[in-house]
């Protein structure tokens, strides 16, 4: 991303509140443009938690979109991950 100019920030963080009071952080991987969380992964197969928890950082940072990336199997795997919450 960087040779080709585009913007991201690693390890984007932020944080988590639950009634009012700061509870913790949580990581994205990436983001991209500050418009898409992308998530990386290096399993042998993806699973629904991994699709969750991509979901629940597209919601939470209030992005159109987010792309879960596995690097781990025998071949590419890759997700495209929508937040309907946002119009």
């Given at each position: 991303m960087e040779r080709a100019n585009i913007e991201f920030v690693r390890a984007a963080e932020q944080?988590?509140?639950?009634q009012g009071i700061n509870v913790g952080t949580r990581r994205a991987d990436f983001v991209v443009d500050n418009k898409v969380i992308v998530e990386l992964k290096a399993l042998t197969t993806l699973e629904d938690v991994h699709l969750a928890q991509a979901k629940n950082y597209v919601v939470a940072y209030k992005f159109e979109k987010g792309l879960l990336i596995?690097?781990?199997a025998t071949s590419l795997q890759y997700k495209l991950i929508f937040n309907s919450t946002v119009h």
């Open positions: 944080t988590i509140y639950y596995n690097f781990g």
